[in-house]
Nanobody, 121 residues
């Protein structure tokens, strides 16, 4: 069973910084993309940033220049450094990974439990 366990997040004032981390564990043969999604109240879940196993990053336009995603393949972790936070960054942030649990199994999407990030104005 694959598990994604998140840490970090919380409450911060506008202009402040927060970091999130996520570690994958369990039966894992390979991990492709790892990333972060967020969901604000009344809105659909949206991609914040993701990163390939080779380190190629992709960001939502709204966070470019403020957020930085990174990963450690050996430790199976992905991190998100969030700077210059804005009230509109508020939402539940979820870690996501595209994982192949065993070589004979297909790729699947796995999600962390999600943690609230609240940015006050």
């Amino acid at each position: 069973q694959v598990q994604l366990v998140e840490s970090g997040g919380g409450l911060v004032q506008a202009g402040g910084s927060l970091s999130r981390s996520c570690v994958a564990s369990g039966s894992i043969f390979s991990i492709d993309f790892m990333g972060w999604y967020r969901q604000a109240p009344g809105k659909q879940r949206e991609l914040v940033a993701d990163i390939t196993s080779g380190g190629v990053t992709n960001y939502a336009d709204s966070v470019k220049g403020r957020f930085t995603i990174s990963r450690d393949n050996a430790k199976k972790t992905v991190s998100l450094q969030m700077n210059s936070l804005r009230p509109e960054d508020t939402g539940a942030y979820h870690c996501n990974a595209k994982v192949r649990p065993q070589i004979w199994r297909s790729w699947g999407d796995y999600w962390g439990q999600g943690t609230q990030v609240t940015v006050s104005s």
